[in-house]
């Protein structure tokens, strides 16, 4: 089997958040995990098509890992029950993202992104790319100044009954402050920056002007249980415009998500403003 070639050092990646950053700094990794769900979940930046998916994070194909030849392979704290096996074939580089200790996930990931410069001798292209990444939150909230921007509950539908209900300290949290959104949900979350509710917590979110703003994949029977549900229509989210839908945005990721998560999020309170 033959694989495509990535000029200067043959990466694999672990983690989508890293891979992603490896495509903005201009250096596309030769394998990553998880390849197949990468439209789905990321979307944006696209994935070169000779890149080799390398199977799941937790169960990885080495026999297609050791036909890669990686000069390193990207992991986090997460993936920690691997590194015995990963340290075989090429070596590891562990970043912090999401830990316990790590505090608010946007600044983590520009610390990571500057971690991950340095181990392949990336570190003006990492620090034009955060430039240019804080110049689009900057620009979002020139956008949204001065507008009438509600409260947003941001959350994805686990089913009719549940929500991940995003707050401090996460990824999206540090976009809202960043742009100048107020997070409706005022509770302090894991350190990944969020917990799971049930519908009914919805109703702590007391401001009558805020908004629930889900992300697809809503599941399909998620919407016409609610209407159904007399639960869901005591809450203030029941009302016509107090509900709308993203396009998926990655929560588990890094500069490009929250990029990412930025844009749609400017787009939809912008053009509803």
């Known amino acids: ?8 050092q043959r990466i694999v990646s672990l983690d989508y958040g890293l891979s992603s950053t490896l495509l903005s700094l201009g250096l596309p ?3 990553i995990s998880d390849l ?8 944006e930046p696209v994935m070169p098509a000779s890149v ?12 297609t ?3 890669l030849k990686p000069d390193i392979i990207l992991t986090t704290p997460y993936l920690d029950e691997l590194l015995p096996k990963l340290t075989s074939y090429g070596r590891v580089v562990r970043l912090e993202i999401f830990t316990p200790d790590s505090g608010p996930v946007l600044q983590s990931a520009i610390a990571a992104t500057r971690k991950l410069a340095i181990e392949i001798g990336r570190q003006t292209q990492a620090e034009a790319f955060l430039l240019r990444s804080d110049a689009f939150f900057e620009h979002c909230r020139q956008r949204l100044a001065g507008k009438n921007i509600p409260p947003i509950a941001l959350v994805n539908f686990m089913d ?3 929500v991940r209900i995003y707050s401090n300290p996460g990824l ?3 976009v809202f402050e960043r742009i100048g959104v107020e997070n409706a949900w005022t ?3 894991n350190y990944w920056g969020f917990e799971t509710i049930g519908i009914e917590d919805l109703s702590k979110v007391t401001d009558p002007d805020a908004r629930l703003v889900a992300f697809d994949p809503v599941p399909p029977d998620v919407l016409p249980k609610l209407a159904e549900s007399p639960l869901w229509n005591q809450l203030q989210f029941a009302r016509p415009g107090h509900l709308s839908i993203l396009p998926a945005a990655l929560m588990f990721g890094m500069m490009n998500e929250a990029i990412r998560f930025a844009g749609l999020l400017t787009d939809l309170l912008e053009r509803d403003a």
């Open 172 to 174: 999206f949290h540090g």
């Open 52 to 63: 080799v998916d390398i199977g799941s994070s937790f169960e990885v194909n080495f026999e």
């Open 36 to 43: 197949a769900d990468w439209g789905r979940w990321v979307v």
């Open 29 to 31: 990794p030769v394998g």
């Open 65 to 67: 890992l050791l036909q």
């Open 187 to 189: 509770g302090t979350s």
């Open 160 to 162: 009719a009954r549940h």
């Open 1 to 8: 089997m033959a694989f495509a070639q990535a000029p200067g």
